[in-house]
């Protein structure tokens, strides 16, 4: 009867540690829309006509990864001049934008158009558009794209004849997603 019994407890405690149980976690999970923007000042943006070149053809300023957006969604790149100062009173039509893909960029570029020789508008007007991602800036683990800027500035005589000194053209770029 011993034996019995132990064997009894023994398959008892048998069965017992081989009982598994199972209890449920929800991970719940928000996706929500990302969008960051930001636009570094390059040191070499400063032009000088002083010659008779620079003021029939314009100077070219080429700022190599200008604009860098993060976006969870297609975006829009617009750009327009903020309050011009200076002793010229120069036109902000006298400066020309195009967009490209930056040096250093790793996002996604597929659906991106770039902008080609758009005129700056003036404050107050529409802004012009710059840059159109149709897609995400992801590119897998790489979120940012970077864009290089080149202003034609004062082509075809636009500064002839002007009051000479320093002038300020403030470029005011926005970011929206699509």
Request: aromatic letters at 6%.
């Given at each position: 009867?011993?034996?019995?019994?132990?064997?009894?407890?023994?398959?008892?405690?048998?069965?017992?540690?081989?009982?598994?149980?199972?209890?449920?976690?929800?991970l719940n999970?928000?996706?929500?829309?990302?969008?960051?923007?930001?636009?570094?000042?390059?040191?070499?943006?400063?032009?000088?006509?002083?010659?008779?070149?620079?003021?029939?053809?314009?100077?070219?300023?080429?700022?190599?990864?200008?604009?860098?957006?993060?976006?969870?969604?297609?975006?829009?790149?617009?750009?327009?001049?903020?309050?011009?100062?200076?002793?010229?009173?120069?036109?902000?039509?006298?400066?020309?934008?195009?967009?490209?893909?930056?040096?250093?960029?790793?996002?996604?570029?597929?659906?991106?158009?770039?902008?080609?020789?758009v005129t700056?508008?003036?404050?107050?007007?529409?802004?012009?558009?710059?840059?159109?991602?149709?897609?995400?800036?992801?590119?897998?683990?790489?979120?940012?794209?970077?864009?290089?800027?080149?202003?034609?500035?004062?082509?075809?005589?636009?500064?002839?004849?002007?009051?000479?000194?320093?002038?300020?053209?403030?470029?005011?770029?926005?970011?929206?997603?699509?």
């Amino acid at each position: 009867m011993k034996k019995v019994i132990i064997t009894f407890a023994i398959a008892a405690v048998s069965l017992l540690g081989t009982k598994s149980f199972a209890q449920t976690a929800n991970l719940n999970i928000t996706i929500s829309d990302v969008l960051s923007f930001s636009v570094t000042q390059p040191a070499s943006l400063d032009v000088n006509f002083d010659t008779e070149a620079k003021y029939t053809n314009g100077i070219t300023a080429l700022a190599t990864d200008h604009v860098s957006v993060t976006s969870s969604r297609g975006y829009v790149v617009k750009a327009i001049a903020g309050a011009v100062t200076g002793s010229a009173a120069i036109a902000p039509g006298s400066v020309k934008i195009s967009s490209a893909v930056g040096a250093t960029n790793s996002g996604n570029t597929a659906g991106i158009t770039y902008g080609s020789s758009v005129t700056l508008p003036v404050t107050g007007g529409s802004a012009a558009t710059v840059i159109t991602a149709a897609n995400t800036s992801w590119n897998g683990s790489n979120s940012t794209n970077k864009f290089n800027i080149s202003y034609l500035i004062g082509a075809g005589g636009a500064y002839a004849g002007k009051a000479t000194g320093l002038n300020v053209v403030p470029v005011v770029y926005t970011v929206t997603q699509q």
